[in-house]
């Protein structure tokens, strides 16, 4: 533990720890056991940390039980899955009232500026103990400021940092359960359209033994599960938030299309403007390709531009699968609680997405291309899914979690909406986290190696117009 890390958890002091039941009151019943899909078992080693405001926790509970629930393994068959039993809830989920000895400027300070402390970040949160199996799949932190109670302009502040495994949640259903959650929260008789949990309504031929797969190799000495310590940044990883405003991403829309147009020729161009989530996507990945640039390719631009393995970047990015399945499976629809997303793998040579005067457009094209093939066939190669990211070079491989579709910054629990929410789970050396920011904007969460980020920062806020080249 480094000195900074042990000061910071020093100022963190737990004042208590309960364990919330789910209300008898309007429970969900769900069969004993929600055996894990093939897009779950992809999760096994991945908790996740998610904030936001706390409120009616057992009201929820009884709504999405499997989240009171215990991920389990079942060694005769080899099957993960989540225990649901009276026994496996019982111990109710673990709930941390903590205290952080410093004022509310200084918790507001952890999660703003030019960089992260993720490390301090992640001491604000629960730890959810998933090494090995069975193991819980929700824990809640709640810590208040031991200094003042409030900040001299009438608000008051609290952490609630929400801890929830991704084999048993995508992003769709964490955001699904937060919204209910904050609904009972203002109105305790809110009325909820029930999730669903059945996984056996994503059909795929021979989709047990696609899981068991995934699981051999993702965690291939169950119960233990390779839980790779997600709150850690390495000291060589940088973290960093910004905020594309509506301007702004209108803006590179408006640049993708330009290029488009320029480029034509025989080529095939998309010159339709593109979704937000495209533009942003596209505006990432260039940035960080151009980032890492390095002097050789500069020297030698038609070896960079050169699209064969050695020269190709890939961008991985999820595609939810729940508007594509509706009406081909049975129930799986938007109120589908579990992972519904396969990955899509972008590919472009790093010359192309260098390129000043079209990376934008090649980049955008890329990524079309890639999500238009998964929609057309949502599940089409599952089998080979882990292999293919397996396969991808590191070095050059940049995962985009999260959407810009989750509205984070609406969820309210009856006090008004966050001021701040950061996921704080860093997966990935090289990591790109979307949520939907207010008045049309974008939160982007960033994690790359040192070296890198300054040259991305210049590139981001050149190409969005926020500021000038460096």
Same mark, same amino acid.
């Given at each position: 533990?480094?000195?900074?890390?042990?000061?910071?958890?020093?100022?963190?002091?737990?004042?208590?720890?309960?364990?919330?039941l789910p209300a008898q009151e309007g429970f969900l019943p769900v069969d004993g056991h929600v055996k894990l899909s093939?897009?779950?078992?992809?999760?096994?080693?991945?908790?996740?940390?998610?904030?936001?405001?706390?409120?009616?926790?057992?009201?929820?509970?009884?709504?999405?039980?499997?989240?009171?629930?215990?991920?389990?393994?079942?060694?005769?068959?080899?099957?993960?899955?989540?225990?649901?039993?009276? #026994?496996?809830?019982?111990?109710?989920?673990?709930?941390?009232?903590?205290?952080?000895?410093?004022?509310?400027?200084?918790?507001?300070?952890?999660?703003?500026?030019?960089?992260?402390n993720t490390e301090a970040l992640a001491l604000l949160g629960p730890e959810l103990n998933a090494a090995r199996l069975?193991?819980?799949?929700?824990?809640?932190?709640?810590?208040?400021?031991?200094?003042?109670?409030?900040?001299?302009?009438?608000?008051?502040?609290?952490?609630?940092?929400?801890?929830?495994?991704?084999?048993?949640?995508?992003?769709?259903?964490?955001?699904?359960?937060?919204? #209910?959650?904050?609904?009972?929260?203002?109105?305790?008789?809110?009325?909820?359209?029930?999730? %669903?949990?059945?996984?056996?309504?994503?059909?795929?031929?021979?989709?047990?033994?696609?899981?068991?797969?995934?699981?051999? %190799?993702?965690?291939?000495?169950?119960?233990?599960?390779?839980?790779?310590?997600?709150?850690?940044?390495?000291?060589?990883?940088?973290?960093? %938030?910004?905020?594309?405003?509506?301007?702004?991403?209108?803006?590179?829309?408006?640049?993708?299309?330009?290029?488009?147009? #320029?480029?034509?020729?025989?080529?095939?161009?998309?010159?339709?403007?593109?979704?937000?989530?495209?533009?942003?996507?596209?505006?990432?990945?260039?940035?960080?390709?151009?980032?890492?640039?390095?002097?050789?390719?500069?020297?030698?631009?038609?070896?960079?531009?050169?699209?064969?393995?050695?020269?190709?970047?890939?961008?991985?990015?999820? #595609?939810?699968?729940?508007?594509?399945?509706?009406?081909?499976?049975?129930?799986?629809?938007?109120?589908?609680?579990?992972?519904?997303?396969?990955?899509?793998?972008?590919?472009?040579?790093?010359?192309?997405?260098?390129?000043?005067?079209?990376?934008?457009?090649?980049?955008?094209?890329?990524?079309?291309?890639?999500?238009?093939?998964?929609?057309?066939?949502?599940?089409?190669?599952?089998?080979?899914?882990?292999?293919?990211?397996?396969?991808?070079p590191r070095e050059r491989l940049t995962h985009m979690g999260s959407s810009n579709r989750f509205m984070a910054y609406?969820?309210?629990?009856?006090?008004?909406?966050?001021?701040?929410?950061?996921?704080?789970?860093?997966?990935?050396?090289?990591?790109?986290?979307?949520?939907?920011?207010?008045?049309?904007?974008?939160?982007?969460?960033?994690?790359?190696?040192?070296?890198?980020?300054?040259?991305?920062?210049?590139?981001?806020?050149?190409?969005?117009?926020?500021?000038?080249?460096?």
């Amino acid at each position: 533990m480094s000195r900074a890390t042990s000061a910071m958890r020093s100022r963190v002091r737990v004042l208590s720890v309960a364990h919330v039941l789910p209300a008898q009151e309007g429970f969900l019943p769900v069969d004993g056991h929600v055996k894990l899909s093939f897009m779950d078992a992809l999760f096994i080693d991945r908790p996740s940390l998610v904030r936001s405001l706390k409120s009616s926790l057992a009201a929820a509970l009884a709504v999405f039980t499997p989240l009171a629930g215990k991920l389990s393994h079942r060694a005769s068959t080899g099957d993960v899955f989540v225990d649901c039993s009276p #026994a496996a809830v019982s111990p109710g989920v673990r709930f941390v009232e903590a205290e952080y000895a410093g004022s509310i400027g200084d918790m507001r300070r952890l999660a703003i500026g030019d960089e992260h402390n993720t490390e301090a970040l992640a001491l604000l949160g629960p730890e959810l103990n998933a090494a090995r199996l069975p193991a819980p799949v929700l824990a809640v932190q709640v810590t208040r400021p031991a200094i003042g109670v409030g900040d001299g302009r009438g608000r008051s502040a609290v952490v609630v940092a929400v801890s929830i495994h991704h084999a048993v949640a995508d992003g769709h259903s964490v955001w699904q359960f937060m919204n #209910a959650w904050s609904a009972l929260s203002r109105d305790p008789a809110a009325g909820l359209v029930p999730p %669903t949990f059945e996984r056996a309504a994503i059909r795929y031929p021979e989709a047990d033994e696609v899981a068991r797969k995934f699981l051999r %190799t993702i965690a291939p000495a169950l119960p233990v599960a390779r839980s790779p310590s997600l709150s850690h940044t390495p000291p060589d990883l940088r973290r960093r %938030t910004f905020l594309l405003r509506a301007g702004d991403i209108e803006s590179v829309k408006r640049r993708i299309v330009a290029q488009s147009e #320029a480029i034509g020729g025989g080529e095939q161009m998309d010159t339709r403007l593109p979704s937000t989530y495209v533009a942003v996507s596209s505006l990432v990945w260039t940035s960080i390709v151009r980032a890492k640039q390095t002097s050789s390719d500069m020297d030698d631009p038609a070896a960079a531009a050169a699209d064969d393995d050695a020269n190709a970047c890939y961008l991985l990015l999820p #595609a939810d699968l729940r508007r594509c399945l509706v009406g081909a499976t049975a129930a799986v629809d938007e109120r589908y609680f579990g992972n519904c997303v396969a990955p899509c793998f972008a590919r472009a040579a790093a010359g192309d997405l260098r390129d000043v005067g079209a990376g934008l457009a090649r980049a955008a094209a890329a990524i079309g291309d890639a999500v238009g093939a998964r929609l057309e066939d949502p599940l089409g190669g599952a089998e080979r899914w882990l292999d293919r990211f397996l396969a991808a070079p590191r070095e050059r491989l940049t995962h985009m979690g999260s959407s810009n579709r989750f509205m984070a910054y609406e969820v309210d629990f009856g006090w008004g909406t966050p001021s701040r929410v950061e996921p704080v789970s860093l997966f990935a050396r090289e990591l790109v986290l979307l949520l939907g920011a207010k008045d049309g904007g974008v939160q982007v969460t960033v994690a790359l190696d040192h070296a890198h980020m300054e040259g991305f920062v210049a590139n981001l806020m050149w190409v969005s117009g926020q500021g000038n080249k460096v």
